[in-house]
């Protein structure tokens, strides 16, 4: 009886091979042309697009795919579980053969490693690497090590080898939390710690899943990585500023501010610009996007943008809640008007004491002549 | 003695490392390192304290609110401030929320797979699986026909033969002790789970902005407006799409993780006998009743057990918490530990230069430092809250406790380890997504009485503070005690210093050696086979490690110079 | 003795640009200084307070940048007075000399300033730092404004000046380079007043004719 019902499982797992990965993956048509049309507008595409990426997952062989992990948070990881498209987490898990994430996989210790350089080994130039977290330089990469290697080796070994490296977040992208000021442990992003290295990055902190969906299923559908700005973002999705997408737009341009939290303004969603959001100078698509099944994003529920997707934002973008960065060697009590406007006040006192004396002195030389 | 290593310790946030001598076949030593350093509370010195958070926050992407919790109760706390009942309500439907859904994410995706064999699933009957779920719970989804479904997407993932994060694991482990039927419904529950965690954990979008790291956080109170009468702000809404998330995290804990663990836990009961550890809990209490800011208003009690001792609850005293130094990579005077507001260390690596095989654990070994309470070392977590709440007779934890440990048939003390920590965890879980919807209505009834305040100003510009402060913050985080101390001075941060809790958990020894609780819990751990030490992972798993908030630094003065190895 | 004599000092393109600086300045600063410190001035989203801050600031920027480039232009093609070699004193004999003796005259250590029809020495080269300034200000202004339409002609000719800072680099520089050229008018203004009553040449008045009273020596 058993048996009976396994062979006849087996032969309807037969003939779900031949239909498509998907549905043989449990999901459905349908769902899967309702992610292929999400992507299509992740990607900024026409939805006419769908059915071409729709035909490019079906076609493709999972490639692999690789996670490592550095000086970093999990903070990626755990967008990436939180994908929002529909079965987006099965799709990463399914489409991509994730060989190696150390949060998630089942091994460990020597067992993990050896799945790792398996993949290096045997698909040299194939897979994808995908770094989370900064690389420590200083001191011949101490800071982090993982399986007794330094991470700098490691990225070498395994971005060096791979077709392509996304850098999945700002830490990886760009160095990130730890090279802030004073970057103590010489962090820096895959770029700049494997040179040569074919890099996408995708900041963000942590950055949106559906980007690195988005990116992946771009080279799947167009065979090649898509479109980069000169810090080697992707356009589809860093291509425009927060503030020229945000909802709380109109009330910028009309001229109508949150001035205190939780005030008449705040809560009618006027824009957050004095509170000091950052979404002026930050290249990103998370008013469009948003976060976690696009239920929302910093500035719609409240609080300002603080850049998280610049590099260096933390020493730039900071403090978050001023408009402008402190004037260097001036306290942080001081905005650069206050700073500006105290220069043009003492010129003035200046030039109103010079000219005291030079009305004086102009007294004193005409007495003189008098004299004479 | 052989000594075996594990590292990467995987399905945990961050990087651990550990270390065990193997006598026969259980562990007779352990050392638990950490190996990788960022260095985040040298970064804050100098910032805008309102700053803070958002920087702490970053410590872990797991636990992803409690840095920000922390971090702006000790700036709260440094300027005296206290903030809107909304906004501690928020707060804790916030940091409720995070607890359910980690500790769900624990169980399934970084916990199961030490008991349960997915492999072994596939030799299950999907009907007998069904029955056996069906008697644990009434749960929608306990058909034959789901199962099947599951065990078919499942084999054709197998005969792929591509097996992705699967791939290389202890598969076929003598220490499996599941029936393949109990197997199969747990592996369907772990991508159940994948699916409820990311809708569940929407409560963080919906109050919070976005998950991870959520962005409404303020010193002084929350950045979401509440204004039932308007688009933007929290709004009935948005109340009510709570309201059915927060239904839905209950039902499921309800449902199938306390069932799930009841049952996998009735087949390992030996380990309710293995993992101990040191035996002293330490418990900073957590969920304010009122913004009063008082131990006595705080839902889950606040106080410390030592050697295992229930009868006797001791108080939490903030200056007698002291980090050692002597096995971590940072300079300081040996055998001197310190408090977190006072401590000089300077970090230096001594260890072995990558690649290396094995550090030397007799001197400093990792970049986690040792804290203790009163010099001893302290387990926190789960477990230390339910034995604090249950020494303390808590009117809903205790009747949970106790259903739990009939159901398995054992006495509390079963309770000190492995299997006492992951059950803990579950019955904290239960408790808190029942709580959860009191919170909620709470909320709503301010909000009804007309208070729509959620942020206390007074304090915001920072003219307003005293030229110098300090101030500490405390949170219960999923994985425990979490402290943050700040001192203040010219508006600017003079000296930040976390002490989290997996720095009190994968703590190294201290100068008198005591080891740390992942040490101590290691110690006569049985291992069926060294070569695949499957063992170990359930104790350091039982933990939850999260390593990359254990490793910080501190610089009180703010002017010491870098020094380089 | 000394003979004052009327000379036509500023060319008329000379004195357009100063004016279009000084009403392109004035406005730049207004505006700038609302779109750095925003108030909440409208009351409904129809109005468009920001929105025609931001437009005037734009507007004043072009007309600004314009006139910047023609005077730069005049420096090659106007008199003596308006020729570049005016602000750069130091590269000559005469030059050096005319600095030293106006800067003894500015710290009271010399009762009178030396003979000069055009700008003196100090001025001169003050205002080659003042339109280094001007140039800063139009680089980091249009850099910033091309934010709004990336990979357009405005964002790739300024592109470069990314090299220099973040955006948040150059809007603080924005700032700050605003508050030193109000300093500068102050001292601009004052300077003029002080040639004028020291010397009775008409300095206040030139730039509105163009003729200044130049002493005559005999």
């Known amino acids: 009886m058993d048996k009976k019902d396994n062979e006849q499982a087996a032969v309807a797992e037969e003939r779900q091979m031949r239909k498509t990965v998907w549905e043989e993956k449990g999901i459905s048509r349908r769902d899967f042309m309702k992610f292929c049309t999400a992507m299509s507008a992740a990607l900024a595409l026409p939805v006419t697009f769908a059915p071409k990426i729709a035909r490019a997952l079906d076609e493709v062989q999972r490639p692999t795919l690789v996670w490592l992990e550095f000086q970093d948070c999990a903070g990626n990881t755990e967008a990436l579980l939180r994908s929002s498209s529909p079965s987006v987490a099965e799709i990463i898990l399914d489409v991509l053969s994730l060989d190696y994430h150390e949060t998630i996989m089942a091994a460990a210790g020597h067992q993990a490693e050896d799945a790792l350089m398996k993949t290096v080994r045997e698909q040299k130039g194939k897979y994808i690497a995908v770094v989370e977290g900064s690389i420590p330089l200083k001191d011949d990469g101490i800071y982090c090590c993982v399986g007794g290697k330094s991470a700098r080796d490691l990225a070498r070994e395994v971005c060096g080898n791979a077709f392509a490296t996304i850098a999945v977040g700002t830490c990886a992208a760009y160095g990130g939390i730890p090279a802030a000021a004073p970057n103590p442990t010489g962090a820096v992003g895959v770029k700049d710690a494997v040179p040569g290295a074919t890099v996408i990055n995708l900041p963000g902190c942590p950055l949106n899943p559906d980007n690195l969906t988005a990116t992946v299923i771009h080279f799947l559908t167009f065979g090649k990585l898509p479109a980069t700005d000169s810090q080697g973002r992707p356009l589809f999705a860093y291509g425009k500023r927060i503030h020229d997408n945000c909802e709380r737009r109109p009330h910028f341009d009309a001229g109508q501010y949150v001035e205190q939290w939780g005030d008449m303004a705040h809560r009618r969603g006027h824009c957050l610009y004095k509170m000091g959001c950052k979404g002026p100078e930050t290249w990103h698509n998370c008013p469009i996007q948003r976060y976690n099944d696009k239920t929302s994003w910093p500035v719609g529920a409240g609080h300002g943008c603080v850049g998280c997707s610049e590099a260096n934002f933390w020493d730039t973008m900071t403090p978050f809640y001023k408009r402008l960065p402190n004037v260097p060697g001036f306290g942080i009590e001081y905005t650069a008007d206050q700073i500006g406007a105290g220069l043009a006040i003492a010129t003035a006192a200046a030039f109103a004491g010079h000219g005291v004396i030079s009305a004086l002195r102009r007294n004193k030389d005409t007495e003189g002549k008098k004299e004479e | ?565 | 003795m000394e003979k004052l004599v009327a000379k036509y000092v500023w060319e008329w393109p000379v004195r357009i640009v100063h004016w279009v600086n000084f009403l392109s300045i004035l406005t730049l600063s207004v505006t700038g200084i609302y779109i750095g410190w925003a108030k909440t001035l409208a009351h409904d989203p129809s109005q468009y307070v920001m929105g025609w801050m931001r437009f005037v600031h734009f507007v004043a920027g072009y007309a600004f940048t314009i006139s910047v480039i023609s005077r730069i232009c005049w420096a090659f093609v106007g008199n003596e007075y308006a020729n570049w070699r005016t602000f750069v004193p130091w590269a000559f004999k005469d030059g050096r000399k005319n600095m030293k003796e106006t800067f003894l005259f500015y710290v009271f250590a010399r009762p009178r300033p030396p003979h000069a029809v055009g700008h003196n020495a100090m001025a001169g080269a003050a205002y080659l730092w003042v339109f280094l300034l001007y140039l800063v200000m139009i680089c980091t202004g249009f850099a910033l404004y091309a934010q709004y339409a990336p990979g357009s002609l405005l964002s790739r000719a300024f592109g470069w000046v990314y090299i220099f800072g973040s955006s948040q680099g150059l809007r603080l520089t924005h700032h700050c380079v605003m508050w030193l050229l109000l300093a500068f008018a102050i001292h601009h203004v004052y300077s003029a007043w002080l040639m004028d009553v020291k010397e009775k040449d008409g300095c206040m008045s030139s730039i509105f004719g163009g003729w200044k009273s130049v002493h005559e020596e005999e």
């Not at chain 2, 008697?135 to 306990?142: E, F, I, M, V």
């Not at chain 2, 305040?453 to 920072?462: A, C, G, L, Q, V």
């Not at chain 2, 170990?536 to 490690?545: A, E, G, K, N, Q």
């Open chain 2, 1 to 565: 003695m052989a000594k075996i290593v594990i590292d990467p310790v995987t399905r945990i946030e961050g990087h651990l490392r550990i270390e065990a001598e193997v006598s026969g076949s259980s562990v007779a030593d352990a050392w638990s390192s950490s190996t990788m350093f960022r260095g985040i509370e040298r970064i804050l010195q100098g910032r805008d304290p309102r700053d803070a958070w958002y920087f702490t926050q970053r410590l872990c992407g797991v636990c992803t609110t409690v840095h920000s919790i922390a971090s702006i109760r000790s700036v709260e706390n440094a300027l005296g401030i206290r903030i809107p009942p909304n906004a501690e309500l928020i707060r804790n439907l916030i940091m409720g929320i995070q607890n359910v859904q980690d500790h769900v994410i624990h169980f399934y995706h970084l916990h199961a797979l030490d008991w349960v064999d997915i492999t072994s699933a596939l030799k299950a009957d999907p009907a007998r699986t069904a029955e056996l779920a069906a008697s644990l719970s009434d749960w929608p989804l306990n058909s034959p026909t789901y199962f099947k479904g599951v065990q078919a997407k499942l084999s054709a993932f197998v005969s792929r033969g591509r097996l992705g994060p699967f791939a290389n694991a202890y598969w076929g482990h003598p220490a499996y002790k599941l029936p393949p039927e109990a197997n199969l419904m747990a592996t369907a529950h772990y991508l159940e789970a994948l699916e409820w965690q990311k809708d569940v954990i929407r409560i963080h979008a919906i109050l919070g902005s976005k998950n991870p790291h959520p962005q409404t956080f303020l010193v002084g109170g929350m950045a979401i407006a509440v204004d039932p009468d308007s688009q933007t702000a929290l709004n009935a809404n948005k109340l009510e799409e709570i309201r059915l998330l927060l239904g839905k995290a209950r039902e499921f804990v309800e449902k199938v993780y306390i069932p799930d663990l009841l049952a996998v836990a009735s087949f390992y009961k030996e380990w309710a006998g293995i993992g101990g550890g040191v035996g002293n809990y330490l418990c900073y209490g957590e969920f304010p009743a009122d913004n009063s800011g008082k131990p006595e208003v705080l839902w889950i009690p606040r106080g410390i057990i030592l050697n295992r001792d229930l009868s006797r609850l001791h108080p939490v005293e903030q200056d007698k918490i002291t980090e050692y130094v002597d096995h971590s990579w940072y300079e300081g005077k040996p055998g001197t530990a310190l408090h977190p507001w006072d401590g000089e260390t300077d970090y230096k690596y001594t260890g072995p230069k990558p690649p290396y095989e094995y550090l030397n654990t007799d001197e400093k070994y990792s970049w986690v430092k040792a804290p203790r309470y009163a010099d001893l070392p302290m387990e926190v977590g789960p477990l230390a809250r339910c034995l604090v709440a249950y020494a303390s007779g808590h009117k809903e934890v205790k009747p949970v406790v106790d259903l739990v440990l009939s159901k398995l048939q054992v006495g509390p003390e079963a309770l000190f380890s492995t299997l006492g920590r992951t059950a803990a965890r579950g019955i904290e879980t239960l408790v808190i997504a029942q709580k959860l919807p009191q919170w909620l209505d709470a909320l709503v009834a301010n909000i009804k009485g007309g208070d729509l305040s959620i942020h206390n100003n007074e304090k915001w510009d920072p003219d307003t503070w005293p030229a110098e402060a300090k101030g500490f913050g405390w949170h219960e985080a999923p994985r425990g005690s979490l402290g943050h101390w700040i001192r203040i001075k010219d508006q600017k941060i003079a000296n930040y210093q976390a002490v989290v809790p997996s720095t009190w958990l994968a703590s190294p020894r201290d100068a008198k050696g005591q080891r740390g609780p992942y040490e101590a819990a290691l110690q006569g751990t049985p291992l069926a086979d060294p070569k695949r030490p499957l063992e170990i992972l359930r104790t350091v798993h039982s933990f939850d490690p999260c390593l990359a908030c254990a490793v910080h630094l501190l610089d009180p003065t703010g002017n010491e110079t870098v020094k380089v190895v």
